[in-house]
């Protein structure tokens, strides 16, 4: 049986946004259930001061921003901003045209288009491929059972695990490892990621740099060393002393290069068998 279809327009909200009709509240849950599919037409932003629930598919055109937990059992396409301020489950696909915060887990079993930037504040499951086209930034764990583009910055500060092919800012990653993050350190006492790319070796982001790993160490040295250790750096001698900065930074790019070499040549062996 065809599964009943919900349309809600500004007449459904009030003159801040704030969904209004009750009828659809169920207070033992504490959440707005929708037992079919669900459409929000031409409304600017549209708010749920509770958890939401659809049974079917949800489609909104404007931003969405629900003050609790959100369950769609089909596919959801919203055509604005998304805020979730708790956990979030897609069981469907999602396209989010604008930009996405979820403050909790994410938790989606179809593909996932993300055409602004992303931020999920606790762990993300996606089990199809996912396309981020600016920026993704995971502050849990990570799992991606299909593949992964990322068409910006990427920064995950969990575990991650891409189990098809990974691609950021262009470049693909390889497949042992795609990248590693090393935390607090330099001036910026914040991350440096390292990615290890198949097209052009070791690409770095700090802060708002990406560049290769070795104009990243043209970077820091420049900025960081004295004449005297620029000197001593190439004649080949090891940094030393209380040039902390510098310290940190050229450990983590001599550890990101033995990493990438291991990395590259286990994939070789793995393409071998």
Do not use: W
């Not at 459904?12 to 207070?27: H, K, T, V």
């Not at 079917?56 to 998304?82: A, L, P, S, W």
Request: aromatic content about 12%; charged content about 25%.
């Amino acid at each position: 049986m065809e599964k009943q279809t919900f349309i809600f327009t500004e007449s459904d909200f009030d003159s801040n946004g704030i969904f209004i009709r009750e009828e659809f509240y169920n207070a033992e849950y504490d959440r707005y259930e929708f037992n079919g599919n669900m459409e929000i037409e031409n409304v600017r932003i549209s708010i749920f001061k509770h958890s939401v629930f659809v049974q079917g598919n949800q489609y909104v055109r404007g931003d969405q921003d629900v003050r609790g937990n959100q369950i769609v059992h089909g596919n959801q396409d919203v055509r604005g901003d998304q805020d979730v301020q708790g956990y979030q489950i897609v069981q469907g696909n999602q396209d989010v045209q604008g930009y996405q915060d979820v403050r909790g887990n994410q938790d989606v079993r179809g593909d996932q288009i993300v055409q602004g930037y992303q931020i999920v504040r606790g762990y993300q499951d996606v089990q199809g491929y996912q396309d981020v086209r600016v920026y993704q930034d995971v502050r849990g764990n990570q799992d991606v059972q299909g593949d992964q583009i990322v068409r910006g910055y990427q920064d995950v500060r969990g575990y991650q695990d891409v189990r098809g092919d990974q691609i950021v800012q262009g470049y693909q990653l390889l497949k042992p490892r795609g990248s590693i993050t090393i935390n607090h350190i330099g001036s910026r006492n914040s991350a440096t990621v390292f990615y290890f790319t198949k097209e052009k070796g070791v690409m770095v982001k700090c802060g708002c740099k990406f560049c290769s790993i070795e104009n990243f160490k043209n970077l820091v040295i420049e900025k960081y060393c004295t004449d005297e250790e620029k000197t001593l750096m190439v004649q080949g001698y090891v940094l030393t002393g209380d040039n902390q900065y510098a310290n940190e930074y050229i450990n983590a790019i001599k550890y990101a290069e033995k990493m990438y070499s291991y990395y590259k040549s286990l994939e070789q062996i793995k393409e071998e068998k």
